[in-house]
């Protein structure tokens, strides 16, 4: 069965530094997978997104994805946090053709000043 | 471009009244995914649609629970008979195809609490 592990619930990180956000996953197949962002009060915002090619994905707000397929994960990265960067990042796998999602627990990040 | 737009933002029902929540998918889209997220939890799957019809609803609770999507108007999830462990938020999301690999767009989901 698959599953999507998000090791850490909570990281504080201090304005300016780097933050590694952990996502591994359990799929039969090469996954599609993909890193959103919820803000309080508010949906999910797509980060980014792995298909195939590049196994390093670049998306929205500064955010970068490197998927490793020897170690089974897909790990966001982002060289210099701002504050508006404090939220719950979700880790998904496309977990069937039909497009459905499987997430992982969630990762809330506090930035402090 | 209008998003997914989901309303209620808050519903506040007592248990043992009916609960309806209503998507509308972006536009173009005729691909719509309800997804329950619990205090302290990820986003679980409960049901796929397309347009008067229902694809996957493997996530979807045996009974009280039930969702549509008719050809004309927003997809509902519908929740009879409510339980105090139904409190959640509920998000849609809607896609134009249902491949794999289409990002998926949510709408800023119901919160739903059950006094």
């Known amino acids: 069965a698959q599953s999507v592990t998000q090791p850490d619930i909570h990281i504080t990180v201090s304005e300016g530094a780097s933050l590694e956000l952990r996502c591994n996953y359990s799929y039969g197949a090469t996954p599609y997978l993909f890193w959103y962002v919820q803000s309080p009060g508010q949906g999910l915002q797509l980060l980014l997104k792995y298909f195939s090619g590049d196994t390093l994905v670049q998306g929205i707000k500064g955010f970068e994805a490197e998927f490793k397929r020897s170690q089974s994960s897909f790990n966001l990265r982002k060289p210099s946090v701002h504050w508006s960067d404090a939220a719950e990042y979700f880790c998904?796998?496309?977990?069937?053709?039909?497009?459905?999602?499987?997430f992982g627990a969630g990762t809330q990040v506090v930035v402090t000043p | 471009n209008a998003g997914v737009m989901q309303n209620p933002r808050h519903l506040v029902r007592r248990r043992g009244q009916e609960a309806r929540l209503r998507c509308s998918p972006m536009k173009g889209h005729s691909h719509v995914y309800w997804y329950r997220q619990l205090p302290e939890e990820g986003l679980k799957f409960m049901v796929y649609?397309?347009?008067?019809?229902?694809?996957?609803e493997s996530g979807m609770p045996k009974e009280r629970f039930s969702a549509e999507f008719p050809k004309e108007g927003p997809s509902i999830l519908r929740i009879q008979q409510v339980v105090r462990g139904d409190s959640a938020a509920y998000f849609c999301?809607?896609?134009?195809?249902?491949?794999?690999?289409?990002?998926?767009?949510f709408g800023d989901g119901t919160r739903l609490s059950i006094l």
């Open positions: 998904a796998v496309g977990a069937d053709s039909w497009g459905k999602l499987q």
């Open positions: 999301a809607s896609s134009p195809r249902s491949d794999g690999n289409q990002p998926q767009h």
């Open positions: 649609l397309q347009k008067e019809n229902i694809i996957d």
